[in-house]
């Protein structure tokens, strides 16, 4: 896209209402202002504000913005699936699985509170999050879920490398287990078969998943996968998505210098 600065938007009273928001640090008000001004725009221009977001460093207000546009009809993969920080960091696990995740839960906002209490970008249960902290040796804060999106990360990926060794980096159970728990993965395949042995279609049994929540959830996370391997500068299908979501793609990675 062309660059932000030379689009017609940024000639807007709104847009300029937004960006003293931004200023003030009225990031939520600030999101009000950009995603109705959105409803107006093109796809060019839509995707100009993403680029505008990205270099401001505000990842949750760019998902916002792709989710907008989408419902009028733009689909821009930049803003609706976009980059977070944590990308930079070293993960025990794909780094695309951590920014779907994120993203899925959170929409990397991470001073978010779910009504059962998981906290922060990756939403980490304080429970799960004590647990975690003790795996680590580090200390637990439960106000740095909240304040310290790293901390956050780490001690969700983390709990995302036990799922990985857990289920051998199946993309589809990690997700349902991450969701509703690592037992309720087995009990289904107990149930239903194993689609990773072919017991039955893995569609179907995604399809089967008795919580509508969870079942969604590993429909969104699975698609996310090849974009955010694609924006990350790498191939989006090592093998065919049919393969992935009965494969081990996402095996946790050894530290960095092994």
Do not use: C
């Not at 429970?127 to 003790?134: K, N, S």
């Not at 980096?169 to 990690?174: F, K, L, S, W």
Request: negative net charge.
């Amino acid at each position: 896209f062309p660059d932000w600065r030379d689009a017609p938007f940024t000639t807007s009273s709104v847009f300029t209402a937004a960006i003293l928001l931004l200023d003030a640090e009225e990031n939520v008000l600030a999101e009000r202002f950009l995603t109705h001004l959105a409803e107006s725009l093109d796809r060019q221009q839509i995707g100009q504000m993403g680029q505008m977001l990205e270099d401001l460093g505000l990842p949750h207000v760019q998902v916002m913005l792709g989710k907008r546009a989408a419902q009028y009809g733009h689909e821009v993969h930049a803003p609706y699936y976009a980059l977070h920080p944590l990308a930079e960091l070293e993960h025990p696990v794909p780094t695309e699985l951590v920014l779907a995740i994120a993203r899925r839960e959170s929409e990397f906002d991470p001073g978010v509170i779910s009504p059962v209490g998981a906290r922060g970008l990756m939403q980490v249960m304080p429970r799960t999050a004590q647990d975690v902290a003790g795996w680590l040796d580090v200390e637990y804060s439960e106000a740095k879920l909240l304040t310290d999106p790293i901390y956050n990360t780490i001690l969700g990926a983390t709990y995302l490398e036990r799922l990985a060794r857990q289920f051998n980096g199946n993309a589809v159970m990690m997700a349902a287990g991450y969701n509703a728990g690592p037992s309720r993965p087995e009990r289904w395949m107990e149930e239903r078969g194993d689609p990773r042995r072919g017991d039955m279609d893995v569609i179907d049994w995604i399809e089967h998943i008795p919580f509508s929540e969870t079942r969604n959830y590993v429909m969104r996370v699975t698609e996310s996968l090849p974009i955010y391997r694609a924006r990350l500068g790498r191939d989006p299908h090592p093998v065919p998505f049919s393969e992935e979501l009965k494969g081990s793609t996402l095996l946790p990675l050894p530290p960095q210098g092994e």
